[in-house]
């Protein structure tokens, strides 16, 4: 019992979990999605990949340790990719519900003057962008293709 609670100890991160459960058992179903009527399987391995995908291109924007990243959009694996490639950065992920009013996402983006929003779709676009002027600090706007 101790030696297993010294090894989950060093475990202390979502990101630091996936990255061992992707190499404990790489090709194990991790997450499933239905689309189309048909389910799309995602391994340990493949999860962890797109992880660490959305990991590089919020570092290549500049996103790094204590900065927020704010997600909008529904509970998809695209959700978690982003939020747990924020946690890779050391940065700190913020869910905004998708079907929040204009004015409600920009009071949380600027009270926690997030500089990077991703969204699920060309809806949650067009809402930040019809408040773009109220949320100075946003450099990007990222959105995940649904296709």
Do not use: C, M
Request: aromatic letters at 12%; glycine letters at 6%.
């Amino acid at each position: 019992y101790k030696s297993l609670r010294r090894k989950f100890e060093k475990l202390n991160t979502f990101p630091k979990l996936l990255k061992w459960r992707a190499k404990k058992h790489p090709n194990r179903v991790a997450l499933r999605k239905k689309k189309y009527g048909i389910w799309w399987e995602k391994t340990w391995s493949q999860f962890y990949d797109e992880v660490r995908k959305v990991a590089g291109g919020l570092a290549t924007l500049g996103v790094k340790r204590g900065d927020i990243v704010a997600i909008i959009g529904h509970n998809d694996p695209e959700w978690i990719y982003a939020e747990l490639g924020a946690q890779i950065l050391g940065a700190i992920p913020l869910g905004i519900y998708p079907d929040s009013l204009p004015n409600e996402i920009s009071y949380f983006v600027n009270f926690v003057n997030a500089k990077i929003v991703v969204v699920e779709d060309q809806e949650q676009v067009e809402k930040l962008l019809s408040i773009i002027d109220e949320i100075p600090d946003v450099e990007k706007i990222i959105y995940w293709d649904k296709n």
